[in-house]
């Protein structure tokens, strides 16, 4: 479970102050999909940080699991992201010069994962999300939607609870943003908590819960009705393409 | 991660760009051999030195004109003043029981038939030369003290005129000339090899009488003095130079140990080395700077992936260290090129100087790569320091 409670971030821009986040409060259930929106400088992107452990707030409290992770150190926040949080970047963060395997294992390095246990882990990894034949193949070998699967890989590497995807659609086409989106919808199924933050409204009703954020605040805490599911859309996509 | 990660990625980082990563690498090369090369010679002359120490006996003390400041660099003669009167007064009025041995020394060309060979040092010496310098013929026999009273025509060669000029044949009976006077060769001297450059072997023995007759002078070119033990060197020296004393002016004669003479020797490497040892220190200084110019250019095309990183867990020390001994690998490389350099440089060293035999130290490899270790770590600091501190937030914003 992640409780965020009366946050506050402000950044000091050449004297000038810019509050990005004022007392903002929400609560994510684990196992639960959540989007947050909101047009941009609402402060999506540094609750994400935030949720992420790259930032600390300047007031207010983030339990992660019950733990409050606001005044950490920067290597005890660091350890944490390498056991609790998988990150998928919109533009993937792949290492051009590795290959998919190598890339899914980057993070084995930092949370000191058994070396003999790193390579099978990595294999069952990209298996899972469908690249079982693509494991030797360097980024600039793949498509963009094969580079996110890769970089979802990566972000299970450590088995976190947590999947924090910033637009992981964002740079894709739709059949390959409804498969990523299908992807993450699996991995919710199975228990992963996701927490997604996108402009996009057709994206967002994949969750079952929109945040809506304004000027720093929860402007409105939206259960979504009519949730979309990808692998519906996947289906149809592909009956469309039928001859 | 473990050391073995750290080194492995590290590799693979300076194996991305092998171009630029060879040539950053050359400035650490450079200074890398310069320094095995300097240690190598400074070992190599000091065992020439010593070698030649021991050659002359540590016995020894010499009487020689006095020498102006930096006469033996610029290679300006002194004029001699000493006499066959002061030889015999140090003989005579001395305590010990000593060898004084006077020796004319005049550069002539030496010929025999057709076969000439110019520059060999003519030495006329007293038959006690043998005792002074612990230097006897290996085949055949010095002249004798009758010899020399009575200017007989005989000469004793070293190794390298007889090699010259009798063309692997045997000298001994046979007749050279000097200055037109005809001699007879009657021993032929052990090697005493080489020393650096100068030939020991490049020398004639003819008797001091005769060898004043045909230089036309009655002028010593120095007197050397074997004692009994070489304890008694400074006891003898000091009484040296009171005897001398009476006769001479202080600025008309030097008297200096064996070990003294070689000084000069010394200060000529001495000069070599610095020389070298400057070429080491600004090629590793420049070398270290463009490691860390390079590190500083890697470290913001990185600069996403050390965002990544951080995200992925990396802690600020982990990042830091990434980044520190790829700067190593990198020095590292460097003096393993320069040990390779250093190599080249003693073979190309041996064939243009065959005389000098200059073997590359193994202490000095080891130093020379210590040495690049430490350039690399000093160096490499401020871009690991930098890249550890990256915010990752604005690291992966980064493009």
Not at chain 1, 107 to 128: C, I, M, N, Q, W
Not at chain 1, 139 to 160: E, K, T, W, Y
Not at chain 2, 62 to 71: D, N, S
């Amino acid at each position: 479970m992640v409780r965020v409670k009366d946050l506050v971030k402000t950044y000091h821009l050449e004297g000038l102050e810019v509050p990005a986040l004022r007392r903002l409060s929400l609560t994510v259930e684990a196992g639960a999909f959540v989007a947050i929106m909101g047009p941009s400088g609402c402060g999506k992107s540094t609750l994400l940080n935030l949720l992420g452990c790259l930032d600390r707030p300047d007031e207010g409290t983030l339990e992660i699991d019950g733990v409050d992770v606001s005044r950490m150190s920067r290597a005890d926040l660091a350890h944490l992201r390498s056991r609790k949080i998988g990150f998928v970047f919109q533009t993937f963060h792949l290492l051009s010069r590795a290959t998919a395997l190598s890339n899914v294992m980057l993070p084995f390095v930092y949370s000191g994962y058994p070396h003999d246990k790193r390579r099978p882990r990595a294999e069952e990894l990209l298996s899972y999300v469908g690249l079982q034949d693509r494991m030797k193949h360097r980024p600039n070998q793949m498509s963009g939607g094969q580079q996110q699967r890769v970089a979802i890989a990566r972000a299970l590497a450590n088995d976190p609870q947590i999947l924090l995807a910033d637009e992981p659609t964002g740079n894709l086409d739709s059949r390959s943003g409804l498969e990523i989106t299908a992807l993450l919808e699996r991995l919710n199924r199975e228990g992963k908590t996701i927490i997604m933050v996108t402009h996009n409204r057709e994206l967002a009703e994949h969750a079952e819960r929109i945040f809506h954020l304004l000027d720093g605040v929860l402007i409105r805490d939206e259960v979504v009705v009519a949730r979309r599911s990808a692998n519906e859309l996947v289906g149809a996509v592909a009956g469309e393409m039928q001859p | 991660m473990t050391p073995l990660e750290y080194a492995q990625v590290s590799f693979e980082a300076v194996a991305a760009n092998k171009l630029r990563s060879t040539l950053t690498t050359l400035g650490v090369a450079i200074g890398s051999a310069a320094i095995i090369l300097l240690i190598s010679i400074s070992i190599g002359a000091s065992r020439e030195v010593t070698k030649l120490v021991e050659g002359l006996g540590s016995n020894l003390y010499l009487v020689a004109p006095a020498r102006q400041k930096g006469a033996a660099l610029s290679g300006t003669a002194s004029i001699s003043r000493l006499q066959m009167s002061h030889a015999e007064r140090l003989q005579r009025e001395t305590a010990f029981h000593v060898v004084v041995s006077p020796v004319l020394n005049n550069a002539a060309t030496v010929r025999h038939g057709r076969e000439a060979k110019s520059g060999v040092v003519v030495s006329g010496t007293l038959p006690n030369f043998q005792e002074a310098r612990n230097w006897r013929p290996a085949r055949g026999t010095y002249f004798r003290k009758s010899d020399v009273d009575s200017v007989r025509p005989v000469a004793v060669l070293g190794q390298s005129v007889e090699t010259a000029l009798f063309a692997g044949g045997d000298a001994l009976g046979r007749e050279i000339v000097i200055a037109g006077e005809k001699l007879r060769v009657t021993g032929v001297m052990e090697s005493k090899g080489q020393l650096f450059d100068l030939d020991l072997d490049n020398q004639v023995f003819i008797p001091l009488t005769m060898a004043q007759r045909l230089f036309g002078t009655t002028t010593l070119s120095f007197i050397f003095v074997a004692v009994p033990k070489p304890d008694d060197i400074p006891a003898a020296m000091a009484e040296a130079r009171r005897i001398l004393g009476q006769t001479l002016l202080p600025d008309q004669y030097n008297v200096r140990s064996q070990g003294e003479t070689l000084e000069t020797v010394q200060s000529i490497s001495l000069i070599f080395t610095a020389m070298l040892g400057s070429v080491a220190g600004v090629s590793l200084l420049v070398g270290g700077i463009g490691i860390m110019n390079i590190m500083i250019v890697s470290v913001i095309e990185r600069t996403r992936e050390i965002g990544l990183r951080k995200a992925l867990g990396a802690r600020e020390p982990d990042i830091l260290v990434q980044f520190l001994s790829e700067a190593i690998v990198l020095s590292f490389l460097g003096g393993c090129f320069g040990t390779a350099l250093s190599y080249l440089g003693a073979l190309v060293a041996s064939k243009v100087y065959p005389s000098f035999v200059l073997s590359v130290s193994l202490t000095a490899v080891g130093l020379a790569l210590g040495f690049s270790i430490a350039v690399g770590t000093f160096f490499g600091a401020y871009p690991a320091y930098r890249a550890a501190h990256l915010d990752p937030i604005e690291a992966l914003r980064h493009d």
